[in-house]
């Protein structure tokens, strides 16, 4: 089990490594997971610095009461990103910024039909299987599968043969 976790965490820093976009946006899309969608539409994940993700918010008022949340927010992204998530939060006040205004009833998108790809490997499945949300685990191992096949298709070893 320590060896499928080992590789599970370092199939994790190939998919978002430290400091990269990807992680940012894996950080973008856990934080309504995380905090709720009336609160997601009030701030705004900026960066993540180290192991600190910065996130704006619109006055004192909210800095204060996230503050006093981050424990649980932490654990939260913990649980939906594993080792990716931050240990800290960090906020900055930006009263200039319109909050957005919630949507409706959270709907998904209508699905657009992805690329044919190879599955997902063993590894990546079993990894997954840490994540509670079905759908959730689904969109993972999907996106992981044509992610890593999308590296295979692009390997320049490829096409020395061609």
Not at 68 to 88: E, N
Not at 119 to 138: F, K, M, Q, T, Y
Request: aromatic share 4%; charged share 25%.
């Amino acid at each position: 089990m320590p060896l499928e976790r080992a590789a599970a965490q370092g199939l994790l820093q190939r998919l978002f490594p430290p400091g990269s976009r990807q992680r940012l946006e894996l950080m973008r899309a856990a934080w309504p997971l995380a905090v709720g969608r009336d609160l997601a539409c009030r701030t705004d994940v900026l960066a993540i610095e180290g192991h600190t993700l910065r996130v704006r918010v619109p006055d004192a008022r909210w800095r204060k009461v996230l503050h006093r949340m981050r424990g649980d927010i932490v654990a939260k992204l913990q649980a939906v990103a594993g080792p990716a998530a931050p240990d800290r939060l960090g906020f900055q006040e930006d009263a200039t910024r319109a909050p957005r205004v919630p949507p409706g009833p959270a709907r998904r998108p209508a699905a657009v039909a992805p690329a044919a790809s190879a599955p997902a490997p063993a590894a990546v499945a079993a990894a997954a299987g840490a994540i509670a949300d079905e759908d959730l685990r689904r969109a993972f191992v999907e996106t992981a599968a044509r992610y890593l096949g999308r590296a295979v298709r692009a390997d320049p070893t490829e096409n020395e043969n061609a």
